[in-house]
């Protein structure tokens, strides 16, 4: 076997890595950029020739770093986007070093039982039915259509149908039911199933974007046949809970032979509070749904990417994603899992590796703190825009997501909201990002990283009275 200068890379790779990390607290958040200019240090021609990989990496972390927005800052509060846990980094560079294809226990041993024991322990943390099983996928997107899938193939069967093999051309119809504010990754889920987004039936949602339960109950009680309803735990905008109790009951009522239900939660944004403190009681009844996606890679803060898929049965979970093929080796035994049965890659990467080391870093109580911690900063940012007396806050702070609407007193007040967004943006101190809710152009902020501290939300505050004073 060749070898190669490993030390030159890690050394080209790493002491940069180690600067930026450093960096974080004090570093610039995000600059505006021409993407020109980044082509202008990084393009050109394919090269005809050979470059070390030395130099090539050197290059690159010289280059490339100017133009990285800094997601693990904490004073990221952009989109949803989670932190990155020591314990997930290091995962993350050994999941690379060890190069491994964790598709089938056989070719990876180590990470696939690694990977089932980050599944017990979530089913655990998050209360869960321990016979559920754990799709290690690569976000909430997939997330949710790993667990669409499922639930597809459960209702189909159960009216006769096999999906699997016989697709949904003349299949008996599935009702899907979601609700005015899903997720538009639950949309594009239904997209990729062949379900179709314009066909799914909208439930409407009250003034925090959480589904009414009432007009669940006429939805269903005009409805026949299999069934398919979405609901979320954490809304993008607002942070809200549907009420999965009232929502279960619901469904207890109209569940009948002819008319299976399969009940998933979009929990990319919520399913931790399961595992949170003073807020756990919003995630009550979750535990008596079907199938729950969460993302491991936000308020888990496991690197990018990193989602998970669970659902209640398990039979359907591998009908719908396992595969086999004469040349490769399956297990045979329960205790040996081959997670290409649970998602829908083939060969994947080492992805569980960095849930099991966050999991096991922070244990049930750091979990815990971490989730309720990020949802007090958020509580904590928010009163402090309203003492400010130059912003309201237009959703009730549930949990970790604020929606703010900067008061122009001209009554310009989308425009404003804009412009203060774009200015902090300019200034680097901070990231937020913006959104149209109820008609109303709203800055939103998403309180999702471990490292986040009084100190961040105080200067980030700062920076954004600073936008707002130019008027
Ligand atoms: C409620 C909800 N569902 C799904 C997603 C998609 O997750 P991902 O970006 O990890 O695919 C998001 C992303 O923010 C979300 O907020």
Not at 135 to 155: I, K, P
Not at 287 to 312: F, M, P, Q
Not at 429 to 457: C, H, K, P, Y
Request: glycine letters at 8%.
């Amino acid at each position: 076997m060749k070898k190669s200068d490993w030390q030159a890379i890690l050394e080209a790779a790493t002491q940069p890595a180690l600067k930026y990390l450093e960096s974080l607290p004090e570093r610039s958040v995000y600059s505006p950029v021409d993407p020109e200019e980044i082509r202008a240090v990084v393009g050109g021609p394919l090269p005809e020739g050979p470059t070390t990989p030395h130099d090539v990496i050197a290059d690159l972390a010289r280059d490339l770093e100017p133009f990285v927005a800094a997601h693990a800052s904490g004073r990221y509060f952009g989109f949803v986007i989670g932190g990155l846990h020591p314990a997930a980094y290091g995962a993350e560079l050994l999941a690379s070093t060890w190069d491994q294809n964790a598709g089938l226990y056989a070719v990876t041993p180590g990470v696939a039982v690694v990977e089932h024991v980050a599944q017990e322990w979530l089913l655990d943390l998050l209360d869960l039915p321990r016979e559920a099983s754990v799709g290690f996928v690569t976000g909430g997107q997939m997330a949710n259509f790993t667990c669409l899938a499922a639930a597809r193939d459960s209702v189909l069967r159960k009216v006769g149908w096999d999906v699997e093999a016989d697709g949904l051309q003349g299949a008996p119809r599935i009702n899907v039911v979601v609700k005015s504010e899903k997720h538009s990754t639950v949309a594009r889920a239904l997209r990729y199933l062949g379900l179709g987004y314009s066909n799914a039936i909208e439930v409407p949602s009250d003034d925090q974007s959480r589904m009414d339960s009432s007009a669940l109950a006429t939805t269903l009680s005009r409805l026949d046949g299999p069934t398919i309803l979405c609901v979320e735990a954490g809304n993008v905008n607002t942070g809200s809970f549907d009420d999965f109790v009232d929502i279960a009951d619901v469904v207890q009522e109209h569940r009948a032979e002819s008319m299976p239900i399969w009940v998933h939660c979009d929990g990319a944004v919520g399913l931790w509070v399961r595992a949170a403190g003073a807020r756990r009681g919003l995630g009550v009844g979750l535990e008596r749904l079907d199938s729950w996606s969460t993302d491991a890679h936000k308020l888990l803060n496991v690197a990018y990417d990193s989602g998970i898929a669970i659902c209640r049965d398990a039979s359907a979970h591998r009908a719908s994603m396992g595969v086999q093929a004469s040349y490769l080796i399956h297990s045979e035994s329960e205790s040996a899992r081959d997670p290409m049965d649970w998602n829908p890659e083939f060969s994947r990467r080492a992805r569980g590796l960095g849930v099991y080391a966050t999991l096991r870093a922070l244990g049930r109580s750091g979990v815990g703190e971490l989730v309720d911690r990020a949802c007090d900063l958020a509580v904590r940012f928010a009163d402090s825009l309203r003492s400010s007396g130059k912003a309201e806050v237009v959703n009730d702070v549930v949990f970790n997501q604020v929606l703010v609407r900067w008061l122009h007193r001209n009554g310009d007040h989308d425009g404003f909201n804009d412009r203060v967004i774009q200015r902090t943006q300019e200034d680097g101190t901070a990231f937020f990002s913006g959104t149209t809710w109820n008609g109303m152009r709203l800055m939103r902020l998403s309180v999702s990283d471990w490292a986040t501290d009084e100190d961040d939300i105080e200067r980030s505050l700062e920076a954004l009275l600073r936008a707002a004073s130019a008027g």
